[in-house]
């Protein structure tokens, strides 16, 4: 509490007025002292001076990796930690290897954080200015293809799951469309040939980083082109943006939580990566208070509709001692909100060639598993043949999306759920206890370090949870590159 006082205080925590800047390894380096620490983990470097005092393993193990690029060492010991959102207040700027090793350079400009701002605000800080020092920025691949009702962009991305935003303006003609991947914003600007249907509905092809968006002509017709390029631009990002939100729909979940389908002011919707949460944040007293949700689907058995797409759902628990949690709790219908762009570190290539998937949820950890299940059941190459979820809740009425996970099971022969009550009433017949070595060799084969691994093991809940959970898999013969913790 009183590091996230020190971070809502004003104070620049920073020690560099706030304006990123990209940080070469000679840079960082001169800043190795407990008194003058910076450290860079996953492309990011932070001050982490002020956090020194703060950190609950001790200055001597922070101290250990400053001065350097800490990734390695961070995830060593603690990948679970949500680094990014503790020191979101020191950061510093990129981190920027030896040329040849890393992404080309920063203007100041760039961390705007652009990626969900306007297009107003976009040109206003110019934000695809490049200095004539820097290397040409890697440009968005696209094409483009008609049929008579529709037409179609295909963007040629870099990742599987890239976060993409999309805007069409009020003529309904003037498309903007950002693509956010390892750290860099990329944005194609196109005045349509002619009106086309908001929504406009975006696919990301399995197995590939292909993703297309499928444009309605509002009168059908052949286009001579698809229209022309008004802007294209490459920028870092490092910083998060917030966006106004309206709640646009809310559904009971169970006694204490419901989900809300969020939509954006104006013709907009973006993607989240799978296992990336955005903050949603609100002053209570004066004092900022924000929270993490990993947006879900509004159902994992229906095919999801155009409207769908635009919106974004949040599982959203009640808790009683959570200011956050208990406000959003009590949102009505056509509230507003503020809502960040996705963030996270996970990518679905660590899947590439598992078969077999296990997911240990404790609570709302479960949000996060929504996302891996979807993404691991379109999977066409190198399919999975077994998704496994061990669900632990409290009490019955505090398992959330029982009939909708049951239903999964009837329609998905790979999938399967078991569920473990900590508190359960007479009447169970399922498991009980909370997660233990007996239990997880229960639910999950041993690993042996002579075969080629196929299962990859996922955990989310309250920090305990996961820590334990993920001792017990190395136990059992589980490295890190085996299994993904997400943070509760
Ligand atoms: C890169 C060098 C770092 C090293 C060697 C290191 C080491 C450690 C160690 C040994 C612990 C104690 C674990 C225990 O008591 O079981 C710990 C805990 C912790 N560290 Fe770090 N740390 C590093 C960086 C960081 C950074 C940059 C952050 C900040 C965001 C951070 C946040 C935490 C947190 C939140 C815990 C408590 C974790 C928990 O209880 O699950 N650490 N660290």
Known sequence: MDWIRLGNSGADLTGVGGRLQDVGPEQLAQHCRRDDAWLAIRGNVYNVTPYMNFHPGGVEELERGIGTDATKLFSQVHAWVNYDSILKKCLVGRYRPRSGEGSSPTSPEVGLGVFLATKEEKEKHNVGR???TQPPPRKLRYDWYEQEERGSIVLYCQTQEPSVKVTLGEDNKDLLLLVCEKGEIQSLHILLEND?????????????????????KSKPGHWKTFGHLLQENNVPSTCLHYSKMKVNNI??????????ALSYLDQTFSTTPV?????????????????CYTPICKSMVEP???????????MVKKYETGLLSSWLASRSIDDILEVSS?????????????????????????????GVINFARKIVIGKCTKISLTFFNR??????????????????????VSHVLSEADETWTGLRGRVDGELLRSQLPSRNPQDEPKAFVFVCGPTAFTQLTGGLLTVMGYTNKDYHCFQG
């Open 275 to 291: 296992g990336h949460h955005v903050r949603v944040r609100n002053v209570f007293d004066g004092e900022e208070i924000e929270r």
């Open 196 to 216: 086309i249907v908001w929504p406009p509905r975006l696919i990301q092809i399995p197995n590939s980083s292909k993703v297309e968006l499928q444009l309605k």
């Open 342 to 370: 996705p963030e996270g570190s996970f990518q679905t290539s660590c899947l590439i060639n598992r078969k077999e998937l296990y997911l240990f949820a404790a609570g709302t950890g479960f949000t996060p598993m929504v």
């Open 395 to 416: 009490t019955e009425k505090d398992i959330l999306w029982k009939d909708e996970l049951e239903r999964l099971v009837q329609k998905d022969s790979r999938f399967t």
């Open 304 to 314: 999801q509709s155009e409207e769908d797409q635009t919106l974004i759902y949040l």
């Open 251 to 260: 559904f009971s979940v169970n006694y204490n939580t419901k989900i809300l």
């Open 130 to 132: 490049n200095t004539p």
